[in-house]
């Protein structure tokens, strides 16, 4: 980025990692009453999630995998605490802990069933959270394709709304591999779905100001 101070630099990077955090969330956490259903288990964590009472979600989930459950039950209950450790680290200010389990909760999520496309995002998303080298950022494309590839049953239920999300998300991992044609081109990709989307909108202002 030519031109920008260090500082400037900071605050850069940090919107982005805020763009990226529009997919996880925030809330306060509750206990949960005593679950005996697996899918009662599935819908009360998706809902204790969606509230923002991640702690309570986790809780339900792992409840679920204390269940005889068919494995796509089994990868949705992984997911969803792939999802939820993914947001207590956004709470934490990005707990690197966190964001390794949530990545572990992940894959077993995608061993448990490779269709789990909602899956394949949350991986994606940690991936570059992480992005502890440029082969992070690679697998996190790989991902996304994978999640368009997979089962759309399991997308567009939570955190994002459209493929135009995962268009973004494409482009925040092009702009970190310095591939700056490749960013704008998925850009313009998620902006002819959705003209008001707001990480591609922030990372227009970026490409801007640099």
Not at 4 to 12: A, F, Q, S
């Amino acid at each position: 980025m030519s031109g920008l101070c260090c500082m400037e630099k900071v605050i850069h990077y940090s919107l982005l990692t805020f763009i990226l955090l529009v997919f996880l969330g925030c809330g306060s956490d509750r206990q949960v009453d005593e679950i005996t259903d697996p899918e009662d288990g599935l819908a009360r964590g998706w809902q204790e999630y969606a509230s923002g009472n991640y702690e309570s979600a986790i809780l339900s989930f792992e409840s679920v995998l204390n269940m005889d459950s068919q494995p796509e039950t089994m990868s949705d209950a992984h997911n969803g605490l792939g999802w939820s450790y993914a947001c207590i680290s956004g709470d934490a200010g990005v707990n690197k802990v966190n964001v390794g389990v949530a990545l572990e909760k992940f894959q077993i999520a995608l061993d448990e069933d490779a269709a789990n496309s909602d899956a394949w995002v949350g991986m994606a998303s940690m991936l570059v959270v992480r992005r502890n080298s440029d082969d992070d950022l690679d697998k996190a494309i790989a991902c996304i394709d994978k999640s368009l590839d997979g089962n759309a049953d399991y997308l567009y239920r939570h955190d994002y709304d459209s493929e135009a999300d995962l268009y973004a998300l494409r482009a925040q991992c092009y702009y970190f591999l310095g591939n700056i044609d490749g960013a704008k081109t998925e850009i313009d990709r998620c902006l002819e779905i959705d003209k008001q989307n707001q990480s591609a909108m922030a990372l227009m202002t970026i490409f801007q100001m640099d």
